[in-house]
Structure formats: structure tokens, C-alpha cells
T-cell receptor, first 112, second 115 residues
């Protein structure tokens, strides 16, 4: 059964510093997703990573995928308060069904 | 706004009751997924429908069932409700299988509180 682990679970960040969230998964998958969730809100898609070595960037966030290591990272550059939220990685499992197995989530809090 | 709609937004009901949650996917999306988010279980996949047919099942209790109608909207039925069923229920939709990223677009969710 596919398991997805994220760490850390909680990250207290200082503004303007850089941080990384790690997402490990236990079995082969060819699709990895990053989502953002604000408190009480829905999931907002950030990145879709489809192949080994894929790197995507949007603003201060950059995501990468290493399928051989079964590892994805979400790198935050020069954190700002607006990035405070919970971030989830999710791995596609089951071939054509594309059901998503989510990690535990990482709660980011950017302190001034 | 993802284009996926869910009703109702909030639902408060008593143990033992039955409720129906409704989801309308984005225009043109054939797949609908249901997920449950709770504090103790996190985000869990429940069930997927594709063009009216059940495609995949996850950790869905026997007391729960779903269907997708010819107009592609989907309903999740929860019966004999227990306190532990209190959670945020999300619906997501994605385009036809085999096209692009299989990205899933999430609705705003229905918050179910069982008292």
C-alpha cells in the first residue's frame, strides 16, 4: 500500500529566509502534486510533477521530483507572511484511476 | 474558484441520521473523486466515478455510498451517521483519462458535523 510522508509537520519560518518541505513516498508513481490549503478552505493546486527531474517554479515556491529516490521537495525562497498555510503533497496511485494519496501536510507559519 | 461546486456548505445532523452531499464537476470533466478530511485521519480518498461508472474505491465505509448521474453530477450518501463521521468532505473533478496531467480540481467542501 502506498504511503506518503511529509516532514516537517510544522515549520515556523522567519521572513526572508529559505526553507524546504520534504515528501517521501513508498512505491513507484509517475505523478506527484502539491496543494495549498488555507484554514477552513479548499485545496488549491500548486504544482503537478510528472517525470523524474521535473522542476517547477511559481513565485517564491519551487517544487522538484526525484522518482528514483521517491522524493519531492517544495522549496520556499525568502518566506513572506502570505505563504502561511498548510501544504500537502499527494501521489497518484492506481494507474488510470489517479486516486490521490495525501501526505500528512506541513503547517507553515511565517513570523514577522 | 476551481469550477467545482458542492452543496451544502455546512451540515449539522444527529447520530443515526442519513445525509446526501452533492457535487457538480467542472464543465467537461468526466471524473469525480470524493475525499474526507478529518483531524485524526487526514485527507483520505473515498471513491471515484468516471462517466457514471465506479472506477476506484478507497477507505469508504459500507454505510457510505455514491453515484454519478448522466449529467455528471455526483452524490455521496452517508447513513447511520456516527460522531466520527464529522469531517470536511471534498469533491474533486478531472478531465477525461489520458489527457494531460490528470490534475484534480477541488470543490469548496461540505463540513459535516454529527452531534
Amino acid at each position: 500500500e502506498l504511503k506518503v510522508e511529509q516532514n516537517p509537520l510544522f515549520l515556523s519560518m522567519q521572513e526572508e529566509k529559505n526553507y524546504t518541505i520534504y515528501c517521501n513516498y513508498s512505491t513507484t508513481s509517475d505523478r506527484l502534486y502539491w496543494y495549498r490549503q488555507d484554514p477552513g478552505k479548499s485545496l488549491e493546486s500548486l504544482f503537478v510533477l510528472l517525470s523524474n527531474g521535473a522542476v517547477k517554479q511559481e513565485g517564491r515556491l519551487m517544487a522538484s521530483l526525484d522518482t528514483k529516490a521517491r522524493l519531492s521537495t517544495l522549496h520556499i525562497t525568502a518566506a513572506v507572511h502570505d505563504l502561511s498555510a498548510t501544504y500537502f503533497c499527494a501521489v497518484s496511485y492506481g494507474g488510470a484511476t489517479n486516486k490521490l494519496i495525501f501526505g500528512t501536510g506541513t503547517l507553515l507559519a511565517v513570523q514577522p | 474558484d476551481s469550477g467545482v461546486t458542492q452543496t451544502p456548505k455546512h451540515l449539522i445532523t444527529a447520530t443515526g441520521q442519513r445525509v446526501t452531499l452533492r457535487c457538480s464537476p467542472r464543465s467537461g470533466d468526466l471524473s469525480v473523486y470524493w475525499y474526507q478530511q478529518s483531524l485524526d485521519q487526514g485527507l483520505q480518498f473515498l471513491i471515484q466515478y468516471y462517466n457514471g461508472e465506479e472506477r476506484a474505491k478507497g477507505n469508504i465505509l459500507e454505510r457510505f455510498s455514491a453515484q454519478q448521474f448522466p449529467d455528471l453530477h455526483s452524490e455521496l450518501n452517508l447513513s447511520s451517521l456516527e460522531l466520527g463521521d464529522s469531517a470536511l468532505y471534498f469533491c474533486a473533478s478531472s478531465p477525461d483519462q489520458g489527457r494531460g496531467t490528470y490534475e484534480q480540481y477541488f470543490g469548496p467542501g461540505t463540513r459535516l458535523t454529527v452531534t
